[in-house]
């Protein structure tokens, strides 16, 4: 018996790969190599095949650590998937201010001017209830900078039922006082009044915080008071609406927009970019122009100010802010999954058609389901389609992998991929 380890590629003769030749041009022969030598340590410890070493070396060397996945679980905002796919016209935009561009220069004048000052423009133009608006790198951010400004060494007023983690381990109450403010929990878990937070209110208050819980929900025997007898209060009210609809949404009832909260009286808003607006990571601050300019100001603003890229693309969103896997129909969906099943029946791949349900997902809408339509597979594709190129990630339910069509882009490229990455056997 011969050792396979043996049959593991040398390294001088992958190097001398004219594939290879052409990439120690690109990237140096050191990285190159190194590239090699990590799969071929790969196929000494039985990860990948001998045979696999070149192609292994070759893939890792052409793409960043960062590979397009194919989402095909019907969530929307998947968060581990990078929540929002930008539009094209917001790629568009990201690839035309990666070089020079006139982010902080008036090319009419030559004078310097204010940063991204046609995004800002482009954001207030879309809540024109908002007085002034800014931007910084996340709804975290936004948050942060809110208590640092208004609250530090004071308190902050919140409800019990309000205390949210995001996600990752990460809680918003521990982010506001590690600003240095501190909180005023008042009410219960599941009910909380007006006058609670008016005894709770005094010298010491900094703001009310008014946040929506959108990554679940609380039923039954509940009560919060409005945003508007809120604002009756005589302290500044920041509302965080987390999913960053600025207006309403036919599609989602009960999620809260910035613009009906500012109506109702809040001072300032804060939202992330990267939710239902469908934008770039981004956190928007929207409110009383006083209060902003303050925010604005802080010397802790400009470590949380966003790059040029993330200006560009939040610009290029809010001339259509419109997430279409949100607004298909499920009679299309079903057309797509019909077609897309015949398809891979034809390449002797057991397909069905099915009925699914999507959801909103990445803390948006946490009860509302999406009727869409799916593509049914044997359970044993998942992994491979997982684990294939281009990655596909389904949902593995009742012994079926369903691939929901309301997230895929491209059905020629999931077709591709099922057709080619399926399990051993199909
Ligand atoms: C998502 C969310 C956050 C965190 O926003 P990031 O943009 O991820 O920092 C904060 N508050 C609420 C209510 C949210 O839904």
């Known amino acids: 018996m011969t050792d396979p380890r043996r049959q593991i590629p040398r390294t001088d003769a992958v190097l001398d790969d004219p594939r290879f030749a052409a990439l120690i041009t690109q990237l140096g022969r050191e990285r190159v190599k190194a590239a090699v030598q990590e799969a071929q340590q790969r196929a000494r410890e039985g990860g990948i095949g001998s045979a696999e070493v070149m192609d292994t070396a070759l893939a890792q060397l052409g793409s960043t650590g960062l590979r397009p996945v194919v989402n095909a679980t019907g969530v929307v905002l998947h968060t581990n998937l990078g929540r929002a796919p930008l539009s094209d016209a917001a790629v568009a935009a990201v690839v035309a201010a990666a070089g020079y561009t006139d982010i902080e220069l008036d090319l009419a004048t030559g004078r310097r001017g204010r940063r991204g000052r046609t995004a800002m423009a482009a954001l207030a133009a879309n809540v024109p209830a908002a007085e002034a608006v800014h931007v910084v790198n996340n709804n975290a951010a936004a948050l942060a900078l809110a208590a640092t400004a208004l609250a530090q060494g004071k308190e902050i007023v919140i409800s019990r039922g309000e205390l949210i983690e995001i996600g990752d381990g990460f809680r918003l109450p521990e982010l506001l006082t590690s600003t240095g403010a501190r909180l005023r929990e008042v009410g219960t878990t599941n009910r909380t009044h007006l006058r609670d937070y008016a005894e709770a209110i005094g010298p010491h208050t900094g703001f009310v915080l008014k946040v929506h819980p959108s990554n679940y929900r609380i039923e039954g025997f509940t009560h919060a008071p409005s945003i508007a007898e809120l604002a009756t209060l005589g302290v500044p009210l920041v ?120 959801a909103v997902g990445g803390g948006g809408a946490p009860g509302v389901r999406l009727a869409s339509a799916a593509v049914s597979l044997p359970e044993a594709f998942a ?33 591709a991929a099922v057709a080619t990455n399926g399990p051993n056997g199909w």
């Open 239 to 358: 509302g965080d609406v987390g999913s960053g609809l600025l207006r309403q949404e036919p599609l989602l009832p009960d999620e809260p927009d910035a613009a009906t909260w500012l109506a109702q009286g809040a001072d300032l808003v804060t939202a992330s970019g990267d939710k239902l607006l469908g934008g770039p990571q981004c956190g928007l601050l929207l409110g009383r122009a006083d209060l902003v300019e303050r925010l604005r100001r802080h010397p802790l603003a400009r470590a949380l100010r966003v790059d040029k890229l993330t200006l560009a693309a939040l610009e290029a969103t809010l001339s259509a802010p419109f997430l279409a896997a949100l607004h298909y129909g499920q009679d299309e969906l079903r057309v797509r999954a019909e077609r897309l099943a015949v398809r891979l029946r034809e390449s002797g791949v057991e397909a069905l058609a099915v009925d699914s349900e999507g």
């Open 383 to 415: 992994e491979p389609l997982r684990k294939g190129d281009p990655p596909v990630l389904g949902r593995v339910e009742r012994g079926r992998c369903l691939l929901d069509l309301r997230t895929v882009a491209d059905d020629d490229v999931l077709f």
